[in-house]
């Protein structure tokens, strides 16, 4: 499996949620931030949210859609 670290929220909800439409993934970490991802066939695609704003945003947006079922896509 092939790893994409992407260097922000913006830039994870652009590729992963608004273009590729993948169904995105999170483990809350001990520090109170988030590890997000998306798998597309072999490419994982990830970024650690930590920053005080990404986090409300994903909170309040994306939090009750993430964790279900992942899809070949």
Known sequence: ?????LSNWAEFKEICIVKKKLSIQCLKNVDKDYHV??????????MNLSVDADIKDFEKNYLKKSNYRIEDK
Do not use: C, D
């Open 1 to 5: 499996m092939k790893e994409i670290q």
């Open 37 to 46: 991802f998306a798998v597309e066939g072999r490419l994982y695609w990830f």
